[in-house]
């Protein structure tokens, strides 16, 4: 049997947090703004009131300055016109390095301009910060735990997986970058019916590979891949393992899909700090002891029907004879039935040991426990908060992803038409994350199995993924971060550097980038406040989009252009190629220099 129980957490020691200079504008504004009213109500231009906390976005249309504030939510508790109280704002808001101007907007807007000299400065903040620019306080002192993938060993990593596997790391990149440490875990899954008949699979294959006459039923795992494995066995050991039992069988097949499960993920740079093996909580008694202890807070009954079954149902199990089983009475947290924890033949089904789990998860003392699950999960993620909540633990650190389900669309080479890619992994129709790479690439896996939000569908084109044009996102974002690094070749070539670069010859398009660089920030604690780590891809196709025709139009080494106006472009695309670099890393791709 395989026993793997590993925990340790990954902290990258060479940052230091707290010793970065970019600004969160956003947050910077919101706290002068509340400076203002708070000055207000002291002169009495404003009554006293709670400030609400109200956000600062960009405003939806260009030429509305950088960030604007709304007024309106202040109208009610300060019993004014929103046009008057930003009017009052303004009147009271301290200076900053950052603002050049402020604009009064109807119907109560406060719109705030960005000082240009200011932007400029921000070039040599970026360089200087590097992958680490922007690396927020939000999670300083706090460890999160992001368990993500948890598949069965009982096969290779399918394409629903593969979505688990990207939205779970780039989540724990992303609470990297907001400050937290981040423990990586896998909760190896490896009790239960599915592994009995992952060994018979496995047995039969082999006795089918070394001759014998055997019935293969079908719902035993169908894949070619333990046909292949048996057959391996056989030419290994000839017929030496004819008389071992299933158990036997079961510890080899373990053993060789989670091998296979680690070196797939590992091709999309994914790994794991941690995993948890479910026989553990069999082995230490601890299902039976939840078990126990909900019973003892009176959340545990024993009965062959659950209280609220209808006299209909009764009857029928009353006349079959069925034996009592124990139940969870979750009706009493909202559930609309109680659910078996233990069947009647004794064996838990599998929320009593998802109970355990996660109440082992929380004794680890994590500020954050996330969760990445399918929606098929979803009345079970419920259920096993019930229980949590049925032995007196708060589950408010506990927060669950849940995934809409991913389809592989692709041409079918005669019909010429798109066709959807059937999977079952029992069956042994699938196509899996080796498949993927291997059609597409680890970088086309990672941002396409990204770029969606986890509530919608995801269809998984290959044609489309594959292609090395502008209309393939991928391709658009690597080719910044290419176009940045072929300039500098060129500027080595011809010997000119951006050292001594004065930055105030740089134009209002370089200044567009990094008006658009400086939304990072608010995108990074977007993406971890809320659990939408698709935020990070949709960020950074925005920043490519504004990047390219910038690289259009601003020359470095042209005939037209003076040297020392070259010097601060070229300045300009060493911070632009960090900002790739960074984003592209967040998201766990590669930062190619050529393509």
């Given at each position: 049997m395989i026993y793997l129980l590993e925990f340790y957490i990954h902290v990258d020691p060479s940052r230091t947090k707290g010793s970065h200079n970019l600004k969160q504008l956003n947050k910077e504004l919101e706290q002068l703004i509340t400076q203002a009213i708070q000055s207000a109500q002291s002169a009495g231009e404003l009554p006293e009131f709670d400030i609400p906390s109200i956000p600062v976005n960009p405003p939806k249309r260009e030429g509305q300055g950088d960030l604007a504030y709304p007024s309106m939510a202040l109208a009610k508790p300060a019993r004014k016109k929103p046009l008057d109280i930003a009017n009052i704002?303004?009147?009271?808001l301290p200076s900053s390095e950052f603002v050049d101007k402020i604009e009064v907007a109807p119907p109560g807007f406060v719109n705030v301009y960005f000082s240009n000299d200011y932007l400029k400065q921000q070039v040599e903040t970026i360089i200087e910060e590097g992958d680490d620019f922007f690396q927020l306080d939000i999670g300083e002192g706090k460890v999160a735990q992001v368990e993500f993938v948890s598949a069965n060993p009982s096969g290779p990593i399918t394409i629903g997986h593969t979505r688990n596997a990207i939205v779970g790391d780039s989540m724990a990149r992303l609470l990297e970058a907001a400050g937290y440490e981040v423990q990586r875990e896998y909760y190896f899954n490896n009790a239960g019916n599915q592994m009995i008949i992952l060994g018979n699979s496995l047995m039969l294959r082999y006795q089918q590979a070394i001759g014998m006459d055997v019935e293969f039923p079908d719902e035993y795992y169908q894949?070619?891949?333990?046909?292949?494995?048996?057959?391996?066995?056989?030419?290994?050991?000839?017929?030496?393992?004819?008389?071992?039992?299933?158990?036997?069988?079961?510890d080899l097949a373990e053993a060789r899909m989670f091998d296979w499960i680690k070196k797939s993920l590992d091709s999309v740079e994914i790994k794991h700090d941690a995993f948890f093996n479910e026989t553990s909580?069999?082995?230490?008694?601890?299902?039976?002891?939840?078990?126990?202890?909900m019973r003892d807070n009176g959340h545990v009954y024993e009965a062959v029907y659950w209280e609220g079954e209808s006299e209909e149902n009764i009857a029928e199990f009353t006349e079959k004879g069925y034996e009592p089983a124990q139940w969870f009475r979750s009706t009493t947290f909202g559930d609309d039935k109680d659910r078996v924890?233990?069947?009647?033949?004794?064996?838990?089904?599998?929320?009593?040991p998802d109970i355990a789990y996660h109440k082992d998860k929380l004794n680890r003392d994590f500020d954050l426990a996330?969760?990445?699950?399918?929606?098929?999960?979803?009345?079970?993620?419920?259920?096993?908060?019930?229980g949590l909540k049925a032995m007196d633990i708060d589950p408010s650190r506990v927060h669950v992803i849940f995934l809409q389900m991913v389809r592989i669309v692709k041409t079918?080479?005669?019909?010429?038409?798109?066709?959807?890619?059937?999977?079952?992994k029992r069956a042994g129709n699938f196509e899996t994350l080796d498949d993927l790479v291997e059609m597409t690439s680890a970088d086309a896996v990672r941002?396409?199995?990204?770029?969606?939000?986890?509530?919608?569908?995801?269809?998984?084109?290959?044609?489309?993924?594959?292609?090395?044009?502008?209309?393939?996102?991928?391709?658009?974002?690597?080719?910044?971060?290419?176009?940045?690094?072929?300039?500098?070749?060129?500027?080595?070539?011809?010997?000119?550097?951006?050292?001594?670069?004065d930055l105030s010859l740089l134009g209002e398009d370089e200044l567009k980038f990094i008006r658009k660089v400086l939304e990072l920030g608010a995108t990074i604690e977007q993406a971890v406040t809320n659990f939408e780590p698709h935020k990070i891809a949709f960020y950074t196709h925005e920043l490519a989009s504004v990047f390219h025709p910038i690289y259009d139009n601003v020359m470095v080494l042209h005939s037209d252009v003076p040297e020392d106006v070259a010097k601060a472009r070229l300045r300009f695309y060493r911070a632009a190629q960090s900002v790739f670099h960074r984003l592209l890393k967040l998201m766990g791709m590669s930062a190619p220099e050529r393509m």
């Open positions: 704002i303004v009147e009271h894949g070619e891949y333990l046909i292949e494995y048996a057959q391996e066995l056989a030419q290994e050991h000839n017929d030496a393992l004819k008389d071992k039992e299933w158990e036997y069988f079961k909580l069999f082995e230490n008694k601890e299902v039976w002891n939840v078990l126990d202890a924890m233990v069947k009647a033949d004794g064996v838990p089904t599998y929320t009593l996330v969760n990445v699950l399918g929606t098929d999960h979803y009345t079970e993620a419920q259920v096993v908060q019930w079918n080479p005669e019909s010429g038409e798109y066709e959807v890619v059937k999977m079952s941002y396409h199995m990204l770029a969606r939000s986890p509530k919608s569908q995801l269809d998984f084109d290959v044609d489309k993924v594959v292609e090395q044009t502008n209309d393939n996102p991928v391709y658009y974002i690597q080719n910044a971060h290419v176009r940045c690094a072929g300039i500098f070749r060129k500027a080595d070539e011809a010997g000119l550097t951006d050292e001594g670069a």
